[in-house]
Antibody
Framework: QVQLQESGPGLVKPSQTLSLTCTVSGGSISSGGYYWSWIRQHPGKGLEWIGYIYYSGSTYYNPSLKSRVTISVDTSKNQFSLKLSSVTAADTAVYYC?????????WGQGTLVTVSS | EIVMTQSPATLSVSPGERATLSCRASQSVSSNLAWYQQKPGQAPRLLIYGASTRATGIPARFSGSGSGTEFTLTISSLQSEDFAVYYCQQYNNWPRRTFGQGTKVEIK
């Protein structure tokens, strides 16, 4: 059973960079066939796909966030990470990592990141 | 961007009754559509993919139908654990994935 777990600071100051890591267990990121994703959900709102990474390092980002997003992978640790730069209050959300690339069959439990000074 | 529109925003249903949720795509997504269930404080759970294929462990009372731009999720007889928010998501447009805004199924 694949499990994903997000980790990282729950509070980030405006203009700084949000950094989260997703640790995958029960399966190897390097086994291929899947894209490892970040998805966010603003409080009380719907879901927004942020981007994907493949184990090879290929990335795809939501055009609306592309200028601020970097997703990276560390296959030795079976982890992938999200960096979102120049954050504002509008980036306050629950951030999920999930397994894709088409539909998302495994999700982390999510982590709330609040942007506030 | 493919916009997904769900209706209604809220559906009030009595336990044991049938619930029918709709999802419309702004352009054809073929059968590349998934449905998720989300309960408060939890991550979304995959229910349906390929518009009509139930994910592993999903009860038979959940069924999906449709293709192109019009899709339906039906819950044949609502159980107490089914009261939640439901989202549709298209995956026809690579790589960008988009979700509907959700339908909340509440107890009548």
């Amino acid at each position: 059973q694949v499990q994903l777990q997000e980790s990282g600071p729950g509070l980030v100051k405006p203009s700084q960079t949000l950094s989260l890591t997703c640790t995958v267990s029960g399966g190897s990121i390097s086994s291929g066939g899947y894209y490892w994703s970040w998805i966010r959900q603003h409080p009380g709102k719907g879901l927004e796909w942020i981007g994907y990474i493949y184990y090879s390092g290929s990335t795809y980002y939501n055009p609306s966030l592309k200028s601020r997003v970097t997703i990276s992978v560390d296959t030795s640790k079976n982890q992938f990470s999200l960096k979102l730069s120049s954050v504002t209050a509008a980036d306050t959300a629950v951030y999920y990592c999930a397994r894709g690339p088409d539909y998302f069959d495994y999700w982390g439990q999510g982590t709330l990141v609040t942007v506030s000074s | 961007e493919i916009v997904m529109t769900q209706s209604p925003a809220t559906l009030s249903v009595s336990p044991g009754e049938r619930a029918t949720l709709s999802c419309r795509a702004s352009q054809s997504v073929s059968s590349n559509l998934a449905w998720y269930q989300q309960k408060p404080g939890q991550a979304p759970r995959l229910l349906i993919y390929g518009a009509s294929t139930r994910a592993t462990g999903i009860p038979a009372r959940f069924s999906g139908s449709g293709s192109g731009t019009e899709f339906t999720l039906t819950i044949s007889s609502l159980q107490s654990e089914d009261f939640a928010v439901y989202y549709c998501q298209q995956y026809n447009n690579w790589p960008r994935r988009t979700f509907g805004q959700g339908t909340k199924v509440e107890i009548k």
